[in-house]
């Protein structure tokens, strides 16, 4: 559905994400599927681009549409785009909301430090929780629209911390000699999320594009840092964005994106190895994917 006209959905659409089509998310989703592109060939690295994507990817954009349509006015028809959204979030009790971004928040809490204490919850989830109440609630359009912009904050401090973990996790597979291809993948599906909300930066974004490209063999083991030193320009709630476990002493001291970061992709170009592999895997996510669809 092309929702042009809506803030976030015109950003994705002028960003890289959507230069040749409004079907980012779809188009994403194909390619794994199909799995004959570059990168695109391993089974468990296509099941998770396309879990990340419809799960995630999809969601997203899903519920800050309802959040955007919601904070247009007061009437009751504005107070349903709030449940929606919340419902989008908050997923289905029939699987213990397994499949939301309820869930994804509470497993990077774990990973971040920042689960609450009484109710184990994570503190992006209790600061989106609070603030749909109290937009659902509101009398007037900014404040509706004040609300909206609590969860847009928390939606990029979960991804962020989504990116990060990731990338720490595929730095330490390389410099392991561990695999690394569905980490790789994960990390990228994650990116793609909410890419042109936390990297406006056309160089910036040029680079976490590049690293996380399936297509392309990552090359030595600063990528947390560097993505890192991107996220760290928004500003986001320290206390919200805690620390990933066992990165306290990792010292990011000067590790940046490179001034030109299209010509530093060109240097280290090396094409990715990732073969036919988890079909299993693959068939299983698929199988979810469509069952996401259908409901």
């Excluded at 976030?8 to 199909?34: Q, R």
């Excluded at 954009?61 to 028809?77: E, F, K």
């Excluded at 976490?208 to 996220?231: F, M």
Aim: negative net charge; contains cysteine.
């Amino acid at each position: 559905m092309d929702r042009s006209g809506e803030p976030v959905w015109d950003l994705y659409k002028s960003s890289f994400l959507g230069t040749t089509s409004g079907t980012w998310v779809s188009d994403l989703v194909k390619i794994a599927t199909t799995g004959t592109a570059a990168g695109f060939t391993n089974g468990a690295a296509r099941a998770e681009v396309i879990q990340k994507s419809i799960m995630d990817g999809a969601a997203v954009q899903l519920i800050l549409s309802d959040l955007h349509n919601g904070h247009q006015g007061t009437t009751a028809a504005h107070r349903v785009f709030w449940d929606r959204g919340a419902a989008k979030y908050l997923g289905s009790v029939v699987n213990g909301r397994s499949s939301s971004l309820y869930s994804r928040a509470n497993a990077r809490g774990r990973n971040f430090g920042t689960l609450d204490a009484s109710s184990n919850e994570a503190k992006v989830n209790h600061a989106v929780i609070a603030a749909l109440t109290a937009g659902s609630k509101a009398t007037t359009v900014a404040a509706r629209r004040a609300e909206e912009q609590k969860i847009h904050t928390q939606i990029k401090v979960l991804y962020s911390q989504a990116i990060l973990r990731y990338a720490w996790i595929i730095d330490r597979n390389i410099s392991a000699g561990e695999e690394y291809i569905e980490h790789h993948a994960e990390g990228f599906a994650f990116w793609r999320v909410i890419a042109p909300l936390v990297a406006p930066d056309a160089n910036d974004a040029t680079y976490i594009e590049g690293i996380y490209n399936p297509a392309r063999t990552p090359i030595g083991s600063d990528h947390y840092c560097i993505i890192k030193s991107v996220l760290d320009k928004q500003l986001l709630p320290a206390a919200d964005m805690g620390t990933l476990e066992d990165s306290e002493d990792e010292d990011c001291t000067g590790k940046t994106v490179p001034a030109d970061a299209a010509a530093y992709l060109r240097s280290t170009a090396a094409v990715s190895g990732a073969g036919l592999a988890s079909t299993w895997a693959f068939v299983s996510v698929v199988s979810f994917a469509l069952t996401m669809i259908m409901m």
